[in-house]
């Protein structure tokens, strides 16, 4: 059964970059599919990235295409959300997620990180 730790946010300025880091323990972490969502304040959780089973295909929310990457580090049980170019749009609480089901969906996913703060001052 996955557990998962994410962490790297924190306040940068617009136009700043941030890597988020999602470290899974003992399970299936390294063959899961694995997504990162976001809950902007006073809104719902919504998907930003995903990454299948490796090799892993990867997608992205339209809002952050071409800004944002994700990407796995299988010798680490990490993945990592780099994040360029950030807008104050960008502004909630990131979240991974791993589950069995490579997907855009919430409920695609079983296992929830904490959650990491990511505030972009403009």
């Known amino acids: 059964q996955a557990r998962l730790r994410d962490s790297g946010g924190g306040l940068v300025q617009a136009g700043g970059s941030l890597r988020l880091t999602c470290v899974g323990f003992?399970?299936?972490?390294?063959?899961?599919?694995v997504a990162w969502f976001r809950q902007p304040p006073g809104k719902e959780r919504e998907f930003v990235a995903a990454?299948?089973?490796?090799?892993?295909?990867?997608t992205y929310a339209d809002s952050v295409k071409g800004r944002f990457t994700i990407s796995r580090d299988k010798a680490k049980n990490t993945v990592y959300l780099q994040m360029n170019s950030l807008q104050s749009e960008d502004t909630a609480i990131y979240f991974c997620?791993?589950?069995?089901?490579?997907?855009?969906?919430?409920?695609?996913?079983?296992?929830w990180g904490q959650g990491t703060q990511v505030t972009v001052s403009s």
């Open positions: 003992p399970g299936t972490f390294n063959l899961d599919p």
């Open positions: 997620a791993a589950g069995h089901y490579y997907s855009n969906l919430r409920e695609s996913y079983d296992f």
């Open positions: 990454i299948g089973r490796s090799p892993g295909p990867t």
